[in-house]
């Protein structure tokens, strides 16, 4: 009978394997997401022209286009003169494109195509996060080209796409070239303070009953060393970005002397509550977005990955134990996170606060929207005198279909750029200026056409921001052959 129990455990163990070896081996990478043949011709003809470019680019980051959350800090002037540098250094659009300018800084230029079919929008922000300059190795706003490598403030974050983007019509401009459909240049000068220029750009296309089949902002980028397992540099697409939850968390009652506290403070109860909050995280869920992102990378993946993402329908509660436990990005991916942010009690030692506050900076995930997870706190913290007090609030974006035009489009030019890259579609977590467009278009991209390094994303408003001149000359590639798909 034991013999009879145990050749059944073991067959069916052995099938178990089987099932997930089998998976594994079918498991391969799939032809359309690398190995290109065409390669995209050098974005310049020769050395001085290429010299030329960058210092174009140079003039465009001097321009201190800093955005400050206190607006009275923000100097305005700057952003006048980046316009007018614009306009300097590329005649060619001034000259054939319909400037039109929107919300408080944006500037929207119309590349008029031969066709009426639908237009596509290349956007970018020139605004940027404030320098800490005593924290710097150079001069955040002198553009210093030093070995190949060119320091400022703006360089990845964003003026380094805006820069490909005007730089790639002016070329094709010049070249007499007409893009079959309209081509809209969007560029915000607010996208750092969530200012009124997109949102104002968006409504302004959506009242001419503009439905762009395209829409490309910043996002992803090409990257090493950000999935398990991988060694092979990715193109990641970013497909959707996450929600925004700014929340305070508020008692108040007695305050006082602090030689005779109660029993429990006001801090003490607030600081329980986040210990329960903290314990009872949200759900987990493989979105459609992350999921495509494993099927798609896990194919590269070292074996043992591989046989995991091969074999998600079994190993997914284990991966979600395991991103649970590590944090960061993994985790981030799959869940809406919390992070505690802020704690405001008294501003003395020994003065007993008569209100304290924990603010908190939560990152939606698509399955939950700002009223559940509110709803999620106030069930979770466990003390019904909490005030849950919603500060800044945005869902999550649609997710936009990888199956289209738009996509193949951009991962064409990618492939086209960067030879050996597998593109994948992934998860933004961090926002951007083109989730307003997705009020009128079911293709809003999110992909900055440059190389970054762990230690480049790290810079990313951080100091010692910097790009390679190798990088941002790829970058006015992509953007010259993205537009040549659209002759
Ligand atoms: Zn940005």
């Not at 073991?10 to 099938?15: C, G």
């Not at 003809?45 to 003039?59: G, M, N, T, V």
């Not at 951007?432 to 009128?440: A, M």
Request: net charge negative.
């Amino acid at each position: 009978m034991i013999s009879k129990v145990l050749i059944c455990v073991l067959v069916l163990l052995i099938v178990f394997i089987l099932v997930l070896l089998v998976n594994t081996m079918r498991f391969k990478p799939s032809k359309s997401t690398g190995n290109n043949s065409v390669k995209a011709a050098p974005a310049y003809k020769s050395k001085a022209e290429e010299d030329a470019a960058i210092a174009r680019f140079q003039a465009l980051l001097r321009v201190k286009t800093v955005s400050y959350n206190d607006k009275s800090l923000i100097n305005y002037d700057e952003f006048k003169l980046f316009e007018k540098t614009l306009e300097t250094l590329y005649p060619l659009i001034h000259a054939n494109c319909e400037k039109t300018k929107h919300g408080t800084t944006g500037l929207l230029f119309k590349w008029k195509g031969k066709s009426e079919k639908a237009p596509i929008v290349l956007m970018s922000h020139y605004d940027v996060v404030p320098v800490n300059q005593e924290l710097w190795s150079k001069p955040a706003f002198d553009a210093i080209l030093e070995e190949g490598v060119i320091w400022a403030r703006g360089t990845l974050d964003t003026k380094g796409t805006l820069f490909g983007v005007v730089e790639s019509v002016e070329a094709q401009l010049g070249d007499g070239f007409i893009p079959d459909v309209d081509i809209y240049l969007s560029f915000s000068g607010d996208e750092e303070i969530s200012g009124d220029s997109a949102p104002s750009i968006v409504q302004y296309l959506k009242g001419k009953g503009i439905v762009p089949s395209l829409v490309l902002d910043e996002g992803g980028a090409i990257v090493e060393d950000i999935f398990p397992g991988l060694d092979q540099p990715c193109a990641l697409i970013g497909v959707g970005e996450k929600g925004y939850l700014d929340v305070s968390l508020k008692l108040s009652g007695q305050g006082g002397h602090a030689s005779a506290p109660p029993a429990k403070t006001l801090v003490t109860r607030l600081a329980a509550a986040l210990i329960r909050i903290d314990k009872n995280p949200f759900k987990s869920h493989f979105t459609p977005a992350v999921t495509e992102m494993f099927t798609t990378l896990g194919r590269y993946s070292n074996f043992t990955y591989r046989l995991i993402f091969a074999n998600l329908w079994c190993f997914e509660p284990v991966l979600k134990i395991l991103f649970k436990k590590q944090g960061g990005e993994m985790n981030a991916l799959i869940r809406t996170t919390i992070a505690p942010t802020k704690m405001e009690g008294s501003k003395a030692f020994n003065v007993m606060p008569p209100a304290a506050s924990i603010g908190l900076n939560l990152r939606l995930l698509g399955t939950d929207t700002v009223e559940s997870a509110v709803a999620h706190l106030k069930d979770v913290s466990g003390d019904a005198d909490i005030e849950v007090e919603v500060m800044e609030k945005r869902n999550a974006s649609p997710y936009s279909g990888t199956d289209t035009e738009a996509w193949q489009k951009v991962s064409a030019s990618i492939l086209e750029v960067w030879q050996d890259v597998i593109v994948s579609p992934y998860l933004m977590l961090a926002a951007s200026d083109s989730r307003h467009f997705c009020e009128i278009s079911d293709n809003v991209l999110r992909f900055s056409a440059m190389t970054l390094s762990k230690e480049e994303r790290g810079l990313i408003h951080g100091n010692d921001e910097r790009i390679t001149v190798k990088a941002i000359l790829e970058t006015v590639s992509f953007y010259q052959q993205l537009i040549h798909k659209f002759s």
